[in-house]
């Protein structure tokens, strides 16, 4: 995957800019006599001295990110030049420029990373502030590199995914010690072939929108097979069918329709209501925007996610089990709906639990059963649901207990919902133990897995097949747990809990665009509205 994009930094369409190129041409010039180098290395040190104490550090009018790593850089090595001065040095800081200009590709704008004070510095033979400049451009890139441009606790309240921050200044000694700076650039990348794959759909999507104008279909009636509407040729030629000036809707226009329906994460009625036209007008510069939101998103998770684990991802309803590299098993899942988001983080899971006992949250049980029981307590009774005061094990069941005069600030009871086949967590219980108290778990309500959006649930996630999973997840157990004796335990009514021998990483993820086993860039709707702020961040901070 990464021979594709390096083919196309090659043929120099992933990096572009005047600023660039005046950079690259002014370290083409050379700089011989001893006495610059000193008097380079002089002024670093008068430059550097703000770095030795608190405050903001500015350059040319910019801001310098990390002055301290940047102090102590020179001052080990007694304030020598790696960018500028000797032959080498302008080899390395060509390099480097090169780097930035390809990043453009992944979504990190040039413009981020002082390339027009660099140039302004070269064209005024100010080399040791462009020195500095390029020493905290390097470090910058190293850092949205491997762990993102933004901070995701900023601009996505509902991701929990984080991961330790890396340490950059080891590579900007790596550089000087010889490493090529683009090579020790590039090997901070996300290493997760997904991400590759996206960011080659992004260089074909862009390729595609440089050869042709986008198509608007204005807003009609829904269009379906047997009509006849003067949108049906604009709509042929947005979808790339042969040319015609024929208005008939007919079931050639409607099987294309629900093929790119399939793309979108739409429902595939072959029906071009407002939803699909609303997906067929978003422009090719929308699309993009939002590809490089959920690059972003690759950038806040590790490198490179573990050989087996488990990833689920909301706006897709869609989980997968992995194993070495590879999807073993794919099945549909219902998430949290948009008052109640499943959040985005990671866990282990730990163990399973077999005809589960629901222990229901106290938002759900006064925000949902309260209004219920005051209602008409025998209906929640006959399903099995208790209660208990809070710090009580008296369980009863809750047509014994008058719910009129209950109070919700504090709600003074816990509810339980006993194993059976009205219990919302079905037969099968997956625990990843964490703060969002999200888990997986079975479902006696099979419908909601037929339709195209599942965004239903109170927070966590429901699978499909519980028992297809859990056969999955214990295979990885010394002791054998095959299909008949898993249906064994689940028909005994009992509950039990099963430790896992290796817990399973799972990964609940928010992508709204990604590449499909099948090569298919495909795009979903965004949920919970959380592409937007990232997309409005990435745009300001390129500002």
Same mark, same amino acid.
């Given at each position: ?11 120099? #369409? ?72 000797? #032959? ?43 020195? @500095? ?30 991961? &330790?921050?890396? $340490? ?64 049906? &040729?604009?709509?042929?030629?947005? @979808? ?60 806040? @998770? ?8 488990? @990833? ?46 629901? $222990? ?184």
């Amino acid at each position: 995957m990464r021979a594709s994009v390096l083919s196309l930094r090659r043929s120099g #369409r992933m990096w572009t800019g005047i600023a660039i190129w005046c950079c690259l041409v002014a370290l083409a010039l050379p700089v011989s006599t001893v006495l610059a180098a000193k008097s380079t290395s002089e002024k670093l040190d008068r430059l550097l001295q703000p770095a030795t104490s608190p405050g903001v550090m500015r350059l040319a009018g910019r801001t310098i990110q990390y002055p301290a790593v940047i102090r102590n850089f020179y001052t080990s090595r007694d304030f020598t030049p790696l960018w500028t001065g000797t #032959r080498a040095n302008r080899l390395r800081g060509r390099s480097l420029l090169q780097a930035i200009g390809e990043s453009a590709h992944h979504g990190l704008d040039p413009s981020r990373y002082h390339i027009t004070a660099i140039e302004n510095s070269f064209s005024t033979g100010d080399r040791a502030t462009a020195e @500095l400049l390029m020493t905290d451009a390097f470090l910058l890139q190293a850092r949205h590199r491997a762990d993102g441009i933004l901070d995701p606790e900023e601009v996505a309240p509902e991701w929990y995914a984080l991961q &330790p921050t890396t $340490e950059i200044a080891p590579h900007l000694a790596s550089v000087a010690r010889g490493a090529d700076p683009t090579e020790a650039l590039d090997a901070l990348w996300p290493e997760e072939p997904a991400y590759w794959r996206l960011l080659v759909a992004k260089g074909a999507l862009k390729a595609a929108k440089v050869r042709g104008r986008h198509i608007v279909i204005p807003a009609g009636p829904a269009l379906r097979p047997g009509v006849t509407d003067p949108r049906v &040729p604009l709509l042929r030629q947005r @979808l790339a069918l042969p040319a015609s000036d024929e208005t008939l809707y007919d079931h050639r226009m409607a099987d294309a329709v629900s093929a790119y329906q399939e793309t979108m994460g739409l429902q595939p009625d072959g029906l071009a209501g407002s939803k699909t036209l609303e997906a067929l007008n978003t422009t090719p510069e929308q699309r993009l925007r939002q590809i490089d939101a959920n690059l972003e998103r690759w950038r806040w @998770l590790p490198a490179r996610l573990p050989a087996d684990h488990i @990833l689920v991802n909301v706006p897709a309803f869609q989980l997968s089990a992995i194993r070495d590299g590879k999807a073993e098993l794919n099945m549909p899942v219902v998430v949290g709906k948009p008052l109640r988001p499943t959040p985005a983080f990671w866990q282990d899971l730990k163990y399973l639990v077999f005809n589960p006992y629901w $222990e229901i949250p106290e938002t759900i049980a006064v925000e949902d059963k309260l209004p219920e029981l005051r209602r008409d307590p025998s209906r929640l009774a006959g399903q099995g649901v208790e209660a208990a005061r809070w710090g009580s094990d008296q369980m009863v069941p809750v047509d014994q207990i008058d719910w009129r005069s209950v109070a919700t600030k504090p709600f003074p009871y816990r509810l339980r919902q006993l194993p059976g086949p009205h219990n919302p967590l079905g037969r099968i219980k997956f625990m990843l133990p964490n703060d969002q108290a999200v888990y997986l778990h079975d479902t006696p309500d099979r419908s909601l897995f037929e339709r195209c959006e599942r965004g239903f649930s109170s927070g966590c996630v429901r699978v499909a097949n519980a028992q297809r999973l859990a056969e999955w997840v214990l295979q990885f157990q010394a002791e054998a747990w095959d299909s008949t004796r898993i249906e064994t335990q689940i028909t005994s009514g009992e509950t039990r809990t099963l430790a896992l021998d290796a817990p399973i990483p799972v990964f609940i993820v928010y992508f709204t665009s990604y590449v499909d086993a099948e090569g298919t860039l495909r795009f979903q709707r965004d949920l919970y509205g959380a592409d937007p702020p990232i997309m409005k961040a990435l745009n300001a901070s390129a500002q």
